[in-house]
């Protein structure tokens, strides 16, 4: 079992940055691939980045391509991502989410386990 914290989110101007936190417990925090996701209101949940166990791979949604930037500390069992030149387009509430399976599967949107998201709000 692994509990998701997610921090970080706030309300920023177009062009600034935030940076997400999510803090795992359990012992096991370097088994999980993990990944970030967002919602937008009115919108599904999409993928917007995922991270292998090690940190070695990561894949990124073409949105946020070059502008984000997933990392991990399994020494803090925490995952970050950085978000430069955010657009009010970026507004939505962000998902922490963590499996067992390799960082590819999190693209298709499919996780083990979640957390319970904190809002980010980009003004023009």
């Known amino acids: 079992q692994v509990q998701l914290v997610e921090s970080g989110g706030g309300l920023v101007q177009a062009g600034g940055s935030l940076r997400l936190s999510c803090a795992a417990s359990?012992?096991?925090?370097?088994?999980?691939?993990m990944g970030w996701f967002r919602q937008a209101p009115g919108k599904v949940r999409e993928f917007v980045a995922a991270?292998?166990?090690?940190?070695?791979?990561?894949y990124y949604a073409d949105s946020v391509k070059g502008r984000f930037t997933i990392s991990r500390d399994n020494a803090k069992n925490t995952l970050y991502l950085q978000m430069n030149s955010l657009k009010p387009e970026d507004t939505a509430v962000y998902y922490c989410?963590?499996?067992?399976?390799?960082?590819?599967?999190?693209?298709?949107?499919?996780?083990?386990?979640w957390g319970q998201g904190t809002q980010v709000t980009v003004s023009s």
């Open positions: 989410a963590a499996t067992r399976e390799r960082s590819r599967t999190l693209v298709g949107g499919t996780a083990d386990y």
């Open positions: 359990g012992r096991t925090f370097s088994s999980y691939a």
């Open positions: 991270i292998s166990w090690t940190g070695g791979t990561t």
